[in-house]
């Protein structure tokens, strides 16, 4: 499995936009990259999967340039509530093991 | 469907003792993963199944640590003899494997339980 580095942690004011990026230098042709996300006291939770380019869903956006060797999970405007790890993940989605590591934790204050 | 089922939610015992965690997949789910979390290492992969078979147990920290899963809707990892240092939150996910996912054979969201937060004194 491709390795990931993330930042071990992050702050934002609550409305600013967040931007946590995810290096993969070593990700594979068939590799995803995926993301979740995880409050205290629960499991992690998926948020975005992409393969190239952006994709966006209801919740964030995922921004991978051409070369996929890294990834910015884009928050718009974020809420208290979004004070969580996030994970970046690479791997083939197949639903094999991935390597979830120690994550980013993002930290919205007011 | 409830999700993702775990038992105990927590559990405390002493060094020595036999611990068995249990993890009910969601209903349909062909893969189904155990993890252990802790501040030092995070979330670690621990073992995993498709179709009740183990694929890879690589992530097992040593012989004391079992998983089994005797039918597609009940999974156990017992620890024997626990140790503090076992001392964690253990979750068990539930997946669908690429082609239950019809035209997006791609996605492998993992459905997470809410863990089992375990002590050893």
């Not at chain 2, 939610?9 to 062909?30: A, F, N, W, Y």
């Amino acid at each position: 499995l491709a390795k990931t580095t993330q930042p071990i942690s992050m702050d934002s004011y609550e409305g600013q936009e967040v931007n946590i990026t995810c290096s993969h230098n070593n990700i594979a042709t068939n590799d995803y990259i995926t993301w979740y996300q995880q409050f205290p006291s629960q499991g992690p939770r998926f948020i975005i999967q992409g393969y190239k380019t952006k994709v966006t869903n209801e919740v964030a956006s995922l921004f991978i340039p051409a070369d996929r060797k890294s990834s910015t999970l884009s928050l718009p405007r974020v809420s208290l509530s979004d004070t969580a790890v996030y994970y970046c993940l690479v791997g083939e989605g197949s639903g094999y093991a991935l390597n979830f590591g120690k994550g980013t934790s993002l930290l919205v204050t007011p | 469907d409830a999700g993702v089922i775990q038992s105990p939610r927590h559990e405390v015992t002493e060094m020595g003792q036999e611990v068995t965690l249990r993890c009910k997949p969601i209903s349909g789910h062909d893969y189904l993963f155990w993890y252990r979390q802790t501040m030092m290492r995070g979330l670690e992969l621990l073992i995993y199944f498709n179709n009740n078979v183990p694929i890879d147990d690589s992530g097992m920290p040593e012989d004391r640590f079992s998983a089994k899963m005797p039918n597609a809707s009940f999974s156990t990892l017992k620890i024997q003899p626990s140790e503090p240092r076992d001392s964690a939150v253990y979750f068990c996910a539930s997946s669908l494997s690429p082609e239950g996912w019809g035209h997006i054979p791609s996605y492998n969201e993992q459905f997470f339980g809410p863990g089992t937060r375990l002590t050893v004194l």
